[in-house]
């Protein structure tokens, strides 16, 4: 089970990004939600992100942070992450 680190939905639109896609695709994965109080929420997140910032993915021994290295990461693993067709995953690339 992968395990998310996010912050809070409405004004971290970082964090929703794998959110959504993991909901979307029910993805197995438990939400970390932390306080987003900046700017001290830099140095809370330290305890878990490697650059201070969420959101950050742990899956096992792997800790992945940027949304959309995240979002890649899942994509290796999780066929559905992309469409098939190739227009459409230039086009959903875009959009992202
Ligand atoms: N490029 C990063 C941006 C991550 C980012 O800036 N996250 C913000 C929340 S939206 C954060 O953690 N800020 C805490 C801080 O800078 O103290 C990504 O796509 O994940």
């Not at 067709?85 to 992202?96: F, I, V």
Request: contains cysteine.
């Amino acid at each position: 089970m992968y395990q998310l680190h996010i912050a809070n939905k409405n004004y971290s639109s970082w964090s929703l990004r794998p959110w959504v896609l993991m909901k979307a695709l029910a993805l197995p994965f438990e939400e970390s939600l932390h306080p987003f109080e900046p700017p001290a929420a830099g140095s809370l997140f330290h305890g878990f992100s490697p650059t201070g910032k969420v959101p950050v993915l742990i899956d096992g021994a792997r800790t992945g942070w940027d949304s959309l290295a995240i979002v890649e990461y899942l994509a290796e693993r999780h066929a559905q992450v992309w469409p098939g067709d190739a227009a459409a995953r230039a086009w959903a690339r875009c959009a992202a």
